[in-house]
């Protein structure tokens, strides 16, 4: 899983001017008509823009109209074409699933889309293979100054900018009120604090609950088939152990402590307590995610108000779904990683291919009338700062709050990409009883080391 404010660029044509020279040495009367004559401005007809056609990739990123994916995204093009006819842009949906993979080969055979919305993960990852056109050019001082530096660290590689912010989110998890309501136990979630923090213990209260009085329903979830919606295990691993994923300059994984080894040891004993969803070891993001929404699972991991939106239309039962922060074992702040979406170029070496497409990107986060849709559309909050109360919802005036617990990514990290291959599999060994959690993270931070290793001697080696 899973999961925005530019100047516009513009060609100027700038019309010749004939004006006629005058001879200083003579000044007859057929002279001076001749002078008169040659002195007319000639107003040249319009030149046409250069037509240029680009190709658009775009995942899911905004909620669908009518049903239809890509309907929305047709309506942007639409309107992007009433400024720049001259442009023609060709969409093409893939989803979260396949869509990984298909970039992959296009990128291998040289066929990569022209621009892609897309997230830090794999847009950083590009840029650090210089597969990107730099956006710097494109980014005003106002918008630099308007987002904070944690997302600009995820839309930078060195001082180039590669991907422009534009909407983003707190990935939290998510509770449904409603159970809670229904066996009485609503006073066991900290609804009631402004900040909605919570301990590991206060939690524990909380699925002991659910358990007892409503069986028929799944206290809370747990995945670890793949890399898919790796942020949610993340995340809940590291705030149960109060630690950190990796080192705050990346340079190092920090989640192998004692405190993060219990917490993964919890998740196990949860799991064979009935506590937690049965096959946590086989089951993705998307599995738990669809238990939650089929009203059979009280919490989940990996939720945000993007997704809280986009699941409107995908709920089997209706409930009331509350974001909440991950419980810490002492009660301190939680440290929540951003969603963060935005807008890449590719550089496939044709200038006009990428103005154009710079053109559309610019569109996308800056239109005055489209900018606010767009954000709206994606169900996320703006990644500037002064941009603010796009919502009436309470759940998006939470996530506005919650934006105070954000905390850096580790997908900046060098590496990253074979970094997070190494953390399922390690999840698997816990959940299946062959290694313990302080093993198990041990384990995963020797390859991860590594892998940082490997990838800044790489990167040295290449400049």
């Known amino acids: 899983m899973k999961k925005g404010l530019m100047t516009l660029i513009g060609v100027a044509l700038v019309g010749s001017q004939l004006v006629a020279c005058t001879n200083s040495s003579t000044n007859t009367p057929a002279n001076t008509a001749t002078s008169t004559a040659e002195s007319k401005t000639v107003t040249p007809s319009p030149v046409a823009a250069k037509p240029v ?42 989803t979260f699933e396949g869509g990984p993979q298909k970039l992959n080969v296009a990128i291998a055979s040289n066929s990569a889309p022209d621009v892609i919305y897309d997230a830090p993960g794999r847009i950083i990852d590009w840029g650090k293979k210089k597969l990107l056109a730099p956006l710097n050019d494109i980014v005003t001082d106002e918008v630099k100054k308007d987002i904070t530096p944690a997302l600009w660290k995820q839309s930078m590689v060195g001082d180039q900018i590669y991907m422009y912010p534009i909407n983003t989110a707190p990935f939290m998890m998510a509770v449904n009120k409603t159970v809670f309501e229904k066996i009485g136990a609503l006073d066991l979630l900290p609804l009631s604090r402004p900040d909605r923090t919570w301990t590991v213990a206060e939690y524990e209260k909380a699925l002991q609950a659910v358990k007892e009085k409503a069986p028929e329903i799944i206290p809370t979830g747990f995945f670890a088939k793949s890399t898919a919606g790796d942020q949610g295990t993340r995340a809940y691993i590291a705030n149960l152990g109060v630690s950190r994923f990796l080192s705050e300059d990346n340079s190092k994984v920090a989640i192998n402590t004692d405190n993060a080894a219990k917490a993964l040891d919890w998740v196990a004993k949860a799991t064979k307590d009935k506590i937690s969803v049965s096959g946590s070891a086989s089951l993705a993001a998307a599995d738990v995610n669809d238990l939650f929404l089929q009203g059979k699972l009280a919490f989940t991991l990996n939720y945000s108000a993007v997704l809280k939106a986009q699941n409107v239309p995908l709920k089997k039962v209706q409930f009331e779904d509350i974001l909440l922060p991950f419980p810490t074992l002492d009660g301190s702040k939680p440290k929540l990683e951003p969603y963060l979406g935005g807008m890449a170029v590719f550089n496939n070496g044709n200038a006009d291919k990428i103005t154009a497409a710079k053109k559309l990107v610019d569109f996308i986060a800056n239109d005055p009338e489209y900018a606010k849709k767009n954000l709206i559309q994606t169900g996320g909050l703006s990644a500037r700062t002064s941009i603010t109360g796009l919502y009436s919802d309470a759940e998006y005036k939470y996530a506005e709050t919650a934006r ?47 892998a940082i290793a490997k990838a800044k001697k790489d990167q040295a080696a290449a400049k």
């Open 53 to 94: 056609e680009i190709t658009w990739w775009n995942f899911p990123n905004f909620q669908p109209l009518d049903g239809e994916v890509g309907k929305y995204e047709k309506q942007i093009i639409a309107a992007f074409n009433k400024k720049y006819p001259e442009i023609k842009v060709n969409l093409e949906m893939i």
């Open 404 to 450: 105070q617990f954000i905390t850096d990514a580790p997908t900046i990290a060098d590496g990253y990409a074979e970094i997070r291959t190494f953390w399922f599999p390690e999840l698997q060994r816990v959940l299946t009883g062959a290694a313990t959690g302080k093993e198990a993270l041990d384990s995963f931070a020797t390859k991860a080391n590594e």
